[in-house]
């Protein structure tokens, strides 16, 4: 499994930017998927999960009404929507798998970086005041 996510950049505070993470293997539709994001001198920090078939969907409490995480099994990628972008914001984001029909809602180590086996190369957003 290949992970490559995009979409990064740098915007202005109120922005809103969709990352994309592109899926390459086998099986997609059988993986949650998650974003995760690392500041400088921070670790790494959950921000959303969705299960293989995108019923259900997990935040972290930073985000949780400004990102959306969706998936689309056809086109085996999944996509952070952010909105009202704020300068905390700004971090290398990252997607990850993890083959289970399990969910973050039943599962809490898929809200720790334990939880996923793959690992996207991370893409950067910078946001401005």
């Known amino acids: 499994v290949q992970l490559q996510a995009s979409g990064g950049g740098s915007v202005q505070a109120g922005d809103s930017l969709t990352l994309s993470c592109v899926f390459s293997g086998d099986r997609f539709n059988m993986y949650a998927m998650a974003w995760f994001r690392k500041a400088p001198g921070q670790e790494r920090e959950f921000l959303a999960a969705?299960?293989?078939?995108?019923?259900?969907?997990s935040y972290g409490i930073s985000v949780k009404g400004r990102f959306t995480i969706s998936r689309d099994n056809a086109q085996t990628s999944t996509f952070l929507q952010m909105n009202r972008l704020e300068p905390l914001d700004t971090a290398v984001y990252y997607c990850?798998?993890?083959?289970?029909?399990?969910?973050?809602?039943?599962?809490?180590?898929?809200?720790?970086?334990?939880?996923?086996?793959?690992w996207g190369q991370g893409t950067l957003v910078t946001v401005s005041s």
């Open positions: 969705i299960n293989y078939n995108g019923d259900t969907r």
């Open positions: 990850a798998a993890y083959l289970t029909f399990g969910n973050a809602e039943t599962m809490p180590v898929l809200k720790t970086e334990a939880g996923w086996d793959y």
